[in-house]
């Protein structure tokens, strides 16, 4: 039984997806306004592990991941930077599916840009005009009155008696004290430059909720699963998309909410407007891997807030090796062995107690306290029978279908050493001992070993 946190209860639920074995999620996805950096990750790292999990656990899984690409912010910087904004919006969309791989998140079914959809937008304000749950005002603008929907500040747990009605707020982000009447089409104005759509209201362009609350309908239906997102999108973003789209469609908009925690720095939340972040690529110029990012940006609990230091990174470094020398003496006592045989019980321990872990609202530290126990068990149980060698092994690739980080980082064999090792295994065929000592010798003084597989020789480091 899997058990998540809802939001919406704020309590521990089992996840029962609506549609038999589909689990259908929605995550929030970057604002393409510049470079994504770590604490944005955190966020997409959080969810990656959960839709890894769901499928561990035999769900099949539908995510959706919107790019904003256009917003207050994206055209604020297409206008600095003299771009239109498609190609200003371009390069930072082309970086994120960059960082994503370097990080080794699985990809999204869905990955809609908010530009791409604006017809799909403006037909769910014309829903909202229908129900009473949008009016124009004089600029142009179309907006969202809270006091209409009763249920307006349930995620985010509103007192509604201190809420004024009537007023109103343009901007996309805001505070509790200042919820208002949110902004759902944003009439024209100058400053957009040619960021502009035609709609029934006039020229303008969409709000950044109902952005979300379309891509969502558009691809997952009015009702789906379960949506995430940073702990800064319950208010006013969620409650927002909340009311627009249960607003406009009259039944319930995810059943489960699910928010991460922010990454701190020296007790900040990393942030662009903070100026304290750092980009995925600037700490990969630093010498660090993506395996390693990935690492210290899985480790804690989603929930916590984590605090990012390069102490802890360094740190990472020895738990990644410890974990690569285990499975690369497992290699060695697998030998030729093919078939996997019957799990020894330390490694069934570290199953279930990893499961459990995870089972339990994505514990990753029960998770990888699991791991590393049976790391410790499994070391002390070398000299180990092929077979079962070969079974642990196994079942290490399973673990990191849920992780990502276990199968050690390919080394780049020069392809002359391949050379060199296929004519050794044609000289042993032929008996030719010498010369295949002697090929053996040279790749060894070259720093690596050859390693005879069913499948061929392989090399390794030595
Ligand atoms: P944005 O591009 O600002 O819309 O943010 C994209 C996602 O990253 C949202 O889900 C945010 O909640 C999340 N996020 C932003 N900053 C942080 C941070 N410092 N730590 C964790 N998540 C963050
Ligand atoms: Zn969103």
């Given amino acids: 039984m899997f058990k998540i946190y809802n939001t919406m209860s704020r309590s521990l639920e089992e996840l029962i997806p609506l549609e038999d074995n589909h689990v259908r999620l929605y995550t929030c996805g970057p604002t393409v306004y510049n470079y994504a950096h770590i604490g944005n990750y955190r966020a997409y790292m959080f969810e990656d592990l ?14 959706v991941q919107n790019l904003t690409d256009v917003d207050d912010k994206t055209i604020r910087g297409s206008r600095e930077s ?22 080794n998140i699985e990809p999204a079914e869905h990955y809609p840009a908010a530009t791409d959809c604006i017809p799909e937008m403006i037909a769910l304000i014309e829903k909202l005009f229908e129900k009473g749950l949008a ?19 349930k995620l985010a747990r509103l007192d509604r008696a201190g809420m004024r009605a009537g007023a109103r707020v343009d901007q996309d982000e805001y505070d509790k004290d200042n919820a208002a009447d949110f902004a759902l089409w944003k009439g024209y104005v100058e400053e ?19 952005e979300c609350s379309a891509m969502s309908q558009k691809y997952l239906g009015k009702t789906f699963d379960l949506h995430c997102g940073g702990v800064d999108n319950i208010f006013p973003h969620h409650e927002d998309e909340i009311a627009q789209s249960e607003g406009a469609n009259g039944c319930l908009y995810s059943k489960y909410w699910m928010h991460n925690a922010h990454l701190q720095v020296e007790g900040k939340k990393m942030s662009k407007s903070e100026g304290n972040f750092f980009t995925l690529r600037e700490i990969l110029e630093k010498g660090y891997t993506g395996r390693e990012i990935r690492y210290e940006l899985i480790g804690t609990h989603y929930r916590k807030s984590l605090n990012f230091t390069f102490d802890s990174l360094n740190a990472n470094r020895a738990a990644l090796a410890r974990l690569d020398d285990f499975y690369a003496k497992l290699q060695e006592y697998i030998g030729t062995e093919a078939e996997a045989g019957e799990l020894p019980s330390w490694a069934v321990e570290m199953e279930t107690r990893f499961a459990a872990a995870l089972d339990d609202d994505l514990n990753i530290a029960g998770g990888l306290g699991a791991l590393f126990d049976g790391v410790h068990a499994g070391n002390k149980a070398f000299p180990m029978d092929p077979k079962e060698a070969a079974a642990v092994s ?10 990502g980080f276990l199968e050690p980082p390919k080394e780049e064999v020069p392809s002359e050493l391949i050379e060199m090792a296929e004519a050794r295994a044609e000289a042993k065929k032929n008996k030719d001992w010498a010369e295949a000592d002697r090929l053996r010798n040279a790749v060894a003084a070259a720093g690596w070993i050859i390693q005879d597989t069913p499948s ?3 090399l390794k480091k030595a």
């Avoid at 200003?88 to 990080?103: H, M, N, R």
């Avoid at 004089?138 to 500040?153: C, N, Q, R, T, W």
Wanted: aromatic fraction near 18%; proline fraction near 5%; hydrophobic fraction near 30%.
């Fill in 456 to 458: 061929g020789p392989k």
């Fill in 394 to 403: 196994n079942l290490w690739k399973k673990l990191d279908t849920v992780l």
């Fill in 82 to 103: 003299g771009k239109a904004l498609r190609d200003y919006t371009q390069t930072y969309k082309d970086t994120f599916f960059e960082d994503l791989k370097v990080l």
């Fill in 192 to 210: 957009d430059g040619e960021v502009v759509w035609d709609s029934p209201w006039g020229k303008g362009r969409p709000g950044w909720h109902i």
């Fill in 135 to 153: 009016y124009k005002s004089d600029d142009g603008s179309v907006y969202f009155p809270i006091d209409k929907f009763a249920e307006y500040g």
């Fill in 50 to 63: 959960l839709r890894r999990w769901i499928q561990y656990k035999g769900f099949k899984i539908t995510q």
